[in-house]
T-cell receptor
Framework: LAKTTQPISMDSYEGQEVNITCSHN???????ITWYQQFPSQGPRFIIQ???TKVTNEVASLFIPADRKSSTLSLPRVSLSDTAVYYC???????????FGGGTRLMVKP | DTGVSQDPRHKITKRGQNVTFRCDPI?????LYWYRQTLGQGPEFLTY????????KSRLLSDRFSAERPKGSFSTLEIQRTEQGDSAMYLC????????????FGSGTQLSVL
């Protein structure tokens, strides 16, 4: 399984765009990149998943460069309720020991 | 859509006691995972079921831990002779079969061992 590296924490202000980058230098050909969000005392919640280029949904965008050795989660116009821990996972269909790293603690300030 | 349900939400026990947690996955999901999470850390994989078959177990899952999914629906996680180091949030997640994993988590069971 590809290991991921994320910043431990980030601060932002309401209304700003937040970009969280995840490094995964050893990503395999069949690996996908998945991001989860976790609030205190809750289980993680799926945000977005992609393989290459750009994926966008109603919550976020995911940018993946051609070499796929990193990915960036983009949260547009964050609000206080986006304060959470964000996890980047890299995994493929083969093997199912999905591994979470330490995540990035995002603090959104008013 | 009832989501993943875990019971109980909180459990306080004394060291040496046995505890059992239950997870009810989303009904059409064949895959079920158990994770453990301590304060400030990401979830740690414990074990994984495909229907009733336990396919993967982490080395974190000592002999005191056992998980079952007898009919391929709900699952139980039992911890025997609990230790203070077992205090953690125990998370269950389920996923539909096929394709890339997309996990749906429950709210977890918070275990405190006194």
């Amino acid at each position: 399984l590809a290991k991921t590296t994320q910043p431990i924490s980030m601060d932002s202000y309401e209304g700003q765009e937040v970009n969280i980058t995840c490094s995964h230098n050893n990503i395999a050909t069949n690996d996908y990149i998945t991001w989860y969000q976790q609030f205190p005392s809750q289980g993680p919640r799926f945000i977005i998943q992609g393989y290459k280029t750009k994926v966008t949904n109603e919550v976020a965008s995911l940018f993946i460069p051609a070499d796929r050795k990193s990915s960036t989660l983009s949260l547009p116009r964050v609000s206080l309720s986006d304060t959470a821990v964000y996890y980047c996972l890299v995994e493929g269909n083969a093997g199912n020991m999905l591994t979470f790293g330490g995540g990035t603690r995002l603090m959104v300030k008013p | 859509d009832t989501g993943v349900s875990q019971d109980p939400r909180h459990k306080i026990t004394k060291r040496g006691q046995n505890v059992t947690f239950r997870c009810d996955p989303i009904s059409e999901h064949n895959r079920l995972y158990w994770y453990r999470q301590t304060l400030g850390q990401g979830p740690e994989f414990l074990t994984y079921f495909q229907n009733e078959a336990q396919l993967e177990k982490s080395r974190l899952l000592s002999d005191r831990f056992s998980a079952e999914r007898p009919k391929g629906s709900f699952s139980t996680l039992e911890i025997q002779r609990t230790e203070q180091g077992d205090s953690a949030m125990y998370l269950c997640a389920s996923s539909p079969d096929g394709g890339v994993e997309k996990l749906f988590f429950g709210s977890g069971t918070q275990l405190s061992v006194l």
